[in-house]
């Protein structure tokens, strides 16, 4: 998963007037992620993600991934 699916995903949820404010990542989206954030910013913040658009990451071990 990318970080522009998580935005469009995002957006999708928040369509009906929802408010995403937390979001639970499954262990390998969490490593794509951080991949993917380490190449645009040239350094890993470690394991744990905080914040994510807003968000925040309430699990990078989740059994599937979803928003709250």
């Known amino acids: 998963m990318t970080t522009e699916e998580v935005k469009q995903l995002k957006a999708k ?15 390998e ?4 992620i951080r991949r993917e954030l380490h190449l645009y910013y040239g350094f ?11 968000m925040e990451v309430m699990d990078i071990d989740a059994p599937e991934f979803k928003f709250e």
Do not use: I
């Not at 928040?14 to 404010?21: F, I, M, N, R, T």
């Not at 890993?44 to 807003?54: K, M, S, V």
């Open 13 to 27: 949820f928040e369509a009906d007037g929802s408010q995403a404010l937390g979001v639970h990542l499954t262990k």
């Open 29 to 32: 989206q969490a490593k794509d």
């Open 44 to 54: 890993d913040n470690g394991e744990n993600l905080t914040t994510l658009f807003g």
